[in-house]
């Protein structure tokens, strides 16, 4: 890999890299606190009708 | 008197009723993710040690195997959200809205990545980070239109309300995803002519396509894996606000 080019392929892929893992830890992040909340609200007595409904 | 028969949904219909999907997908997420893992690292081994370097780029070349696919994703997912945008104004279906929602910020992500690599790309290759030829600049606008719709998205509380409103635009926007792949065609740019997708096939050699290939696959698994968890998530955060809005209404009523 020639030197001149080999910054622009690095930054290229470490640039690509890192957007890509912070597009990972946010879904990740999203998912795990609205499923806290969830947890949350259920824990407190709350149920959505629909699950009432059905529920023993 | 007369009987009127219910018409019952079809299997279509079941599988996407929101509380179907999230029985049924919940199955997909970990496969997706072992076979993501495994098609970047097959990927990733063919760009860096199996692909030759181009008789004229040099090793600049590897820069396509994460530009390319990114640039696909970016007019993919916007394909993704005008079809549930279709979804959500023929069919009022919810979960035409969610996909839509859900994939927004994945398809800004992805076009940004495709700027990124592109303006590195042509740097040595052109002696320019940017230049405003058609390819270039109708990338940079399918950027914005993602931005617009997660402004959009965020800017209402009634859910539904927005998600007429942001189906309209995305099906206005989706005029720029022709207008992204003819650009090359139609006006005389800097970016270079279609390789892969053209009427005569790929215009690349073998071990070159392969990488191209491989991780074009691998990035296509990887938006249905986010895809499906963004999904899941959405769903779960309307249930949320459905429970917080009872909650409130029985405190009121107490």
Request: glycine letters at 8%; zero cysteines.
């Amino acid at each position: 890999m020639s030197a001149e080019h080999f910054a622009f392929i690095a930054w290229a892929y470490v640039g690509a890299g890192l957007m890509t893992l912070g597009l990972v830890a946010w879904v990740v992040w999203d998912a795990l606190r609205v499923k806290k909340r969830l947890a949350e609200l259920e824990k407190s007595g709350i149920r959505r009708r629909s699950a009432g409904a059905s529920a023993p | 008197m007369s009987v009127t028969a219910v018409k019952q949904p079809n299997w279509f219909s079941r599988l996407a009723h929101p509380g179907q999907f999230l029985s049924w997908s919940r199955y997909f997420v970990w496969p997706l993710a072992i076979l993501t893992a495994i098609g970047f690292a097959v990927g990733l081994w063919f760009a860096f040690f199996a692909s030759p370097e181009d008789y004229q780029m040099g090793d600049m070349v590897r820069v396509m195997y994460i530009h390319v696919p990114n640039a696909w994703l970016s007019m993919l997912v916007y394909g993704t959200m005008a079809v549930s945008a279709l979804g959500s104004l023929v069919w009022r279906h919810p979960l035409a809205d969610v996909a839509n929602k859900a994939a927004a910020p994945l398809g800004a992500v992805f076009t940004a990545i495709t700027l990124f690599t592109g303006a590195l790309w042509g740097r040595p290759t052109w002696g320019t980070f940017w230049e405003w030829d058609g390819r270039m600049t109708s990338e940079l606008v399918l950027l914005l239109i993602y931005l617009g719709i997660i402004a959009l998205w965020r800017s209402f509380d009634d859910q539904s309300k927005a998600g007429r409103i942001v189906a309209i635009v995305t099906l206005v926007g989706a005029i720029n995803i022709p207008v992204i792949h003819y650009s090359v065609e139609w006006w005389n740019t800097l970016h270079q002519g279609a390789t892969v997708f053209t009427a005569s096939g790929p215009r690349l050699p073998g071990s070159m396509l392969v990488a191209l290939l491989t991780m074009l696959l691998a990035f296509t698994l990887f938006f249905a894996l986010l895809q499906i968890v963004r999904m899941r998530t959405e769903i779960l955060r309307r249930r949320a606000e459905t429970m917080s809005r009872q909650a409130a209404l029985k405190g009121v009523a107490a």
